[in-house]
């Protein structure tokens, strides 16, 4: 009887997380259980405050056996979550001082093109290469996964294609069209991300969606990949480009440095450097700052002079690259975003201003 009480209370909560329109759900002891709504946190007081037995027992109608001894193990477990066979979480169950927490982020029900997702069009060219590396980056929870699935789905209504999904857990589940489509979660499907990249040389590939780039292994091992006839489309948790680079190059040993970056520099497609902002009237809007490699931009990866990199971008507007700034200004002159959310993502605040002073 208790288990189908709690069964039937996250069952409650799941779907206020969809009529609230929320992005995330926390489960805490001794908070009420709480939303993300819009970026920020709205706990539900209506709901009582949650005890450890609480959200043990929440957690225990959604973890298996073996996700409950991964928790025990090594105190947190990641995996994806169908509710009712129609909406699905990606879930995070973890210990905290002892007792057991847990956030579930709600992913879509339906894939949306870039055009729904306000984000310039002019990145499903990316789909139009055979090889080469594609980099999405920014914070956590501003959206990469989502503008990534659009222009993965993009591919798969549009081309003939092998794609290949590496996840941790799977978020987006692709209806398969044009394209075959082969999803692999790890843990479940592959052991690891570089075991499961370096079996793409074997399973006939084309494209290849890489949910995060964490290590050097799998980094090394997907920019071969890019090199050898695959598009790689691959997120990281940096803040731009010329971050995202120095990120990847920092990785190696100092000795293999200077390889790296020539190698980079030549397998390099592009960097979407995203953020989601409040949207004025409620929701959230992103700003994408994107830059598309040419000859400046190889070359100043391959000298090691990625700083200048805002400079090359700030004056690609005629090959389709925008900064972040500018993007800022543009959203803020529509209003579409307040003047001083605008000023808490800018890079440049100075440049910014002058950006908005213009006529």
Same mark, same amino acid.
Do not use: C
């Given at each position: 009887?208790?288990?189908?009480?709690?069964?039937?209370?996250?069952?409650?909560?799941?779907?206020?997380?969809?009529?609230?329109?929320?992005?995330?759900?926390?489960?805490?002891?001794?908070?009420?259980?709480?939303?993300?709504?819009?970026?920020?946190?709205?706990?539900?007081?209506?709901?009582?405050?949650?005890?450890?037995?609480?959200?043990?027992?929440?957690?225990?109608?959604?973890?298996?056996?073996?996700?409950?001894?991964?928790?025990?193990?090594?105190?947190?477990?990641?995996?994806?979550?169908?509710?009712?066979?129609?909406?699905?979480?990606?879930?995070?169950?973890?210990?905290?001082?002892?007792?057991?927490?847990?956030?579930?982020?709600?992913?879509?029900?339906?894939?949306?093109?870039?055009?729904?997702?306000?984000?310039?069009?002019?990145?499903?060219?990316?789909?139009?290469?055979?090889?080469?590396?594609?980099?999405?980056?920014?914070?956590?929870?501003?959206?990469?996964?989502?503008?990534?699935?659009?222009?993965?789905?993009?591919?798969?209504?549009?081309?003939?294609?092998?794609?290949?999904?590496?996840?941790?857990?799977?978020?987006?589940?692709?209806?398969?069209?044009?394209?075959?489509?082969?999803?692999?979660?790890?843990? %479940?499907?592959?052991?690891? @991300? *570089?075991?499961?990249?370096?079996?793409?040389? &074997?399973?006939?590939?084309?494209? +290849? $969606? =890489? /949910?995060?780039?964490?290590?050097?292994?799998?980094?090394?091992?997907?920019?071969?990949?890019?090199?050898?006839?695959?598009?790689?489309?691959?997120?990281?948790?940096?803040?731009?480009?010329?971050?995202?680079?120095? %990120?990847?190059?920092?990785? @190696? *040993?100092?000795?293999?440095?200077?390889?790296? &970056?020539?190698?980079?520099?030549? +397998? $390099? =497609? /592009?960097?979407?450097?995203?953020?989601?902002?409040?949207?004025?009237?409620?929701?959230?809007?992103?700003?994408?700052?994107?830059?598309?490699?040419?000859?400046?931009?190889?070359?100043?990866?391959?000298?090691?002079?990625?700083?200048?990199?805002?400079?090359?971008?700030?004056?690609?507007?005629?090959?389709?690259?925008?900064?972040?700034?500018?993007? =800022?200004?543009?959203?803020?002159?529509?209003?579409?975003?307040?003047?001083?959310?605008?000023?808490?993502?800018?890079?440049?605040?100075?440049?910014?201003?002058?950006?908005?002073?213009?006529?």
């Amino acid at each position: 009887m208790e288990t189908l009480h709690t069964e039937q209370r996250l069952k409650n909560l799941l779907l206020l997380v969809g009529q609230q329109g929320a992005s995330d759900l926390h489960l805490v002891v001794g908070r009420y259980p709480t939303l993300r709504i819009d970026g920020k946190l709205q706990p539900i007081i209506q709901e009582k405050v949650l005890t450890p037995a609480d959200t043990k027992a929440l957690s225990d109608v959604l973890l298996t056996e073996d996700k409950k001894q991964e928790l025990t193990g090594i105190g947190q477990t990641d995996f994806s979550y169908s509710f009712e066979d129609r909406v699905r979480f990606r879930v995070n169950v973890f210990f905290q001082k002892g007792y057991v927490s847990v956030t579930m982020r709600f992913i879509m029900d339906r894939l949306r093109n870039l055009e729904e997702l306000n984000i310039p069009g002019s990145l499903y060219g990316f789909a139009n290469y055979s090889q080469g590396l594609v980099l999405i980056t920014g914070p956590v929870g501003h959206g990469k996964s989502t503008t990534l699935a659009a222009i993965i789905d993009y591919i798969n209504h549009n081309q003939e294609k092998h794609i290949i999904t590496i996840e941790d857990p799977i978020e987006f589940v692709y209806n398969q069209d044009r394209s075959i489509i082969n999803q692999r979660e790890i843990g %479940r499907d592959a052991k690891n @991300f *570089p075991d499961a990249l370096r079996a793409v040389f &074997r399973e006939d590939a084309n494209v +290849v $969606l =890489l /949910g995060e780039l964490r290590d050097l292994e799998t980094i090394s091992t997907a920019m071969t990949a890019a090199e050898t006839g695959h598009l790689i489309f691959a997120t990281l948790h940096t803040n731009d480009s010329a971050q995202t680079i120095d %990120r990847i190059i920092d990785v @190696f *040993p100092s000795h293999q440095q200077n390889q790296i &970056r020539s190698q980079l520099a030549n +397998v $390099l =497609l /592009g960097v979407i450097s995203q953020r989601l902002l409040p949207r004025v009237g409620g929701g959230r809007i992103p700003a994408t700052e994107i830059m598309f490699k040419n000859q400046a931009v190889e070359n100043l990866i391959r000298e090691n002079k990625v700083h200048q990199l805002d400079s090359v971008i700030e004056t690609g507007l005629k090959e389709g690259m925008m900064s972040l700034d500018r993007v =800022l200004a543009d959203l803020v002159r529509r209003g579409l975003v307040a003047v001083n959310d605008a000023f808490v993502y800018a890079k440049n605040r100075e440049y910014l201003q002058m950006l908005l002073s213009k006529k």
